[in-house]
């Protein structure tokens, strides 16, 4: 058997894995897809001259943005024909990335749909330059576009951006109160507690791809998600506990029935209050839950 510990390309590959993953997951919002991706990059990476490349690590996120991008435009047309809400796949992540603010915050449920909004490019120029500080002509070599384009193009997708983006940071402890304020309601049933924890203008989002039940379009407003949230809860044939987890490096909860996983449950907390929730139910989407998966900037 080949010793790959001594080849240099599987080397340079295992090195950079963590930050293409992150990468290609930031602009796709799909841990299966990413996965496909590095894949793709991988099959292309062996086949390359390595001395003919300068810069690894700037070559391979190149080739993960470049393989993304048209991934995604393919993504895209598949959520047309999902049922119900779509939102980004979970990942359990370690405490690191939560100790990461920008990490953190990038990779949030709540960041990950406003880059839903985004254009496949204007994504793709956002996550490198926002969260990755890549380069402007290194960004434009990987979406093929001049740099005085992709200057422009992260000017508008940073507008964007900013616009939907939650105002005020919270720090960790008023996030993990609200979560803990939440579960206890949940666990209990008890509405007034519900009521009392979630914002007025409170959104929830459910995806349940069309195997679970899920309400099928956003629910806004205290007392609708709050009476909606707790009667498909209590509805659950078997003892329902939640479980305080990172996801994407926010708090969230992973729910159980019975032990057996059930659904994440991710929040988004403003003012010490529950502002949005994401309900993955999709068990197609609950696969990169039983480990953490290693994220990086760099």
């Known amino acids: 058997m080949q010793d790959h510990a001594a080849d240099p390309a599987t080397e340079a590959f295992i090195t950079h894995r963590n930050l293409l993953f992150t990468v290609a ?22 086949e390359v001259e390595m001395a003919q490349v300068r810069d690894q690590r700037a070559f391979l996120v190149r080739v993960t943005t470049r393989r993304a991008l048209d991934r995604l435009r393919a993504l895209r047309r598949r959520k047309e024909a999902y049922v119900g809400p779509w939102l980004p796949e979970p990942l359990l992540t370690a405490p690191d990335v939560a100790e990461n603010a920008e990490l953190a915050e990038s990779m949030s449920m709540a960041m990950m749909l406003i880059l839903e909004t985004l254009s496949p490019t204007e994504r793709a120029v ?57 579960q206890h309601a949940v666990e209990t049933g008890d509405l007034q507690g519900m009521l009392d924890v979630l914002a007025p203008d409170v959104v929830l989002i459910s995806d349940g791809g ?11 407003g205290l007392a609708k998600v ?30 159980r029935v019975d032990g057996e996983i059930d ?13 949005g929730i994401y309900f993955v139910r999709n068990p197609a989407k609950l696969t990169h839950i039983a480990a953490a998966t290693p994220l990086t900037l760099s």
Do not use: C, M
């Not at 997951?25 to 099959?43: C, F």
């Not at 069309?210 to 806004?220: E, F, Y």
């Not at 449950?265 to 209050?273: K, L, M, Q, T």
């Open 25 to 46: 997951y930031e602009i796709l919002g799909s841990a299966a897809d990413a996965e496909d991706v590095l894949q793709e990059t991988w099959l292309h990476w062996v």
């Open 126 to 182: 956002f996550v490198l330059r926002e969260v990755f500080d890549v380069g402007y002509d290194e960004i434009a070599e990987a979406v093929g576009k001049t740099p005085a384009a992709v200057r422009q193009i992260a000017h508008r997708s940073r507008k964007h951006v900013d616009a939907r983006r939650p105002r005020k940071v919270i720090s960790s402890r008023q996030a993990q109160a609200a979560l803990a304020s939440f």
């Open 210 to 220: 069309g195997v679970r039940s899920a309400a099928l379009r956003p629910v806004t």
């Open 226 to 255: 709050g009476r909606l949230l707790l009667a498909g809860l209590s509805d659950k044939e078997g003892a329902l506990t939640g479980e305080p987890t990172t996801i994407n490096g926010n708090p969230a909860l992973l729910l």
């Open 263 to 275: 659904s994440v449950v991710a929040i988004r907390v403003e003012d010490g209050f529950v502002t």
